[in-house]
């Protein structure tokens, strides 16, 4: 029947949904390391049938956002050495990703990196929803690299990132340094200076590391 989508090409859609779906789910915390996600209750919160959420469910755990918990898979979390090997590689490609974005970049890819810079300097006091301001801005920044397998490779660093249980911009004073060093990247890039950009994330990525540590240790002392 004319315009009908063949029925490969329905099932791939509706896998590659209740991927995503939980996926989103993990990424702004509706589901939390530890949690157990259980087959019928996914179907029935995202209207999906049972086959394509367990498809969904192998393959997160292949990507080692699930884990086994007996037979049940629970939303991995990330010990203190998994941590810091997703932070040296996040480090290196995001200061790539500034690089290239510095040679690549629009003008108007430029304009919206400032624009949402300005923008989220009313956030720095919610961390939540300057969290979700700072996903944005680094995915802009991927974007503006010109470089689909760097983007690819960082999407999925930043999906593991999501196994932490709180943000590092939740620290007292974070938020406007964290908005300060923004600034800075974008001002390299801008003047189209790669060493500048590639250094400026990295050290961001540094500090916001740092002070990841200093949470972990305090939460540990308490």
Not at 53 to 62: F, K
């Amino acid at each position: 029947m004319e315009g009908k989508a063949p029925m490969s090409q329905t099932k791939n859609s509706t896998q590659k949904d209740a991927y995503g779906l939980i996926l989103d789910a993990i990424d702004v915390g509706m589901f939390k390391p530890g949690d157990r996600l259980v087959e019928n209750d996914l179907a029935d919160r995202f209207g999906v049938s049972r086959t394509p959420i367990r498809e969904a469910l192998q393959r997160l755990e292949t990507q080692s956002l699930l884990e086994r918990d007996g037979r049940s898979l629970i939303v991995a979390s990330l010990d203190h050495n998994q941590m810091a090997e997703l932070y040296v590689v996040r480090r290196e490609l995001e200061g790539l990703a500034a690089a290239l974005a510095a040679r690549h970049a629009t003008d108007e890819e430029v304009q919206v990196l400032r624009d949402m810079v300005a923008a989220d300097d009313a956030l720095v006091d919610k961390p939540v929803e300057l969290a979700k301001a700072n996903r944005r801005f680094h995915q802009q920044i991927h974007l503006a690299s010109h470089n689909r397998y760097l983007v690819q490779q960082l999407d999925l660093v930043h999906r593991s990132m999501a196994l932490m249980a709180t943000t590092s911009l939740a620290a007292e004073g974070r938020g406007r340094i964290a908005q300060d060093e923004h600034k800075a990247i974008v001002a390299a890039i801008a003047n189209r200076d790669e060493a500048a950009a590639g250094q400026a994330l990295k050290d961001h990525i540094s500090v916001a590391f740092t002070t990841r540590l200093k949470q972990d240790a305090g939460a540990r002392g308490g």
